[in-house]
């Protein structure tokens, strides 16, 4: 095994001891267990792919820099050693119907790796995806649902969320979102940019679909300003 590839499958491996560890936090993290033991990893080859570099690199250590849970440091320190090896990716509505409507925010900047998946740079699966998703500081991620189940892990010290209700809820480094299969939810980031693993695992190839808030332009121009509303 080539250096490349012995980092990236260390990254994986510290993302699945955390979940092993927090496995009855929620639904999710038992589902995206059992999905992973199924693929028998261990036994598997890891595919070469070249590394491709994002132009977010500031915000991607700035990310990682923040990082700094105890419980979490494992897994900011294989990514940290692994970033270079990546293939990152940003979504420019591939994810969504034509026209939707993502918000200024989200498209000047939200970034992804894939460990495992159709494109993964670690292991190809054709309907499981596992990687890293991260948006800038002060961005609205809109509301939004889609078919594949999903869990984040998230890495942020803090980011808020709101599933299909107009009040949002801070969640802090380590805590575990569990979305089944078309559960409206939408990511708010404030002061730090927003890091998180995240797995679907099925139904990778289907579109999101954005769900109307009425309250999207006033935080969006709060943002605007590096205004936080709390």
Not at 112 to 138: E, K, S, V, W
Request: aromatic share 10%; charged share 20%.
């Amino acid at each position: 095994m080539i250096e490349k590839q012995a980092r990236i499958q260390a990254l994986i491996q510290s993302i699945i001891r955390y979940l092993e560890a927090h496995r009855s936090a929620n639904p999710g993290v038992g589902l995206t267990l059992d999905k992973l033991a199924a693929m028998s990893l261990p036994e598997q080859p890891l595919v070469d792919v070249p590394p491709q570099g994002t132009r977010h690199e500031a915000v991607l250590q700035d990310a990682i820099a923040c990082v700094t849970a105890p419980e979490l440091q494992e897994i900011a320190t294989c990514l940290s050693a692994a970033k270079d090896d990546l293939v990152w990716r940003e979504d420019n509505a591939q994810y969504y119907a034509p026209g939707a409507d993502l918000g200024e925010g989200y498209k000047r900047c939200n970034f992804h790796t894939l460990l495992i998946g159709p494109d993964g740079c670690g292991y190809q699966q054709a309907d499981f995806n596992l990687g890293f998703f991260m948006l800038d500081r002060h961005t609205l991620y809109r509301d939004h649902n889609h078919a594949a189940p999903e869990l984040y892990l998230n890495l942020s010290p803090k980011s808020s969320w709101r599933f299909n209700l107009p009040q949002w809820e801070g969640y802090p480094a380590g805590s575990l979102i569990w979305n089944p299969a078309y559960a409206p939810h939408a990511t708010r980031v404030d002061e730090h940019p927003f890091i998180s693993v995240f797995a679907w695992l099925e139904k990778v190839k289907s579109p999101c679909n954005v769900i109307q808030f009425d309250d999207w332009a006033e935080i969006e121009q709060a943002f605007a300003k590096n205004t936080r509303i709390k």
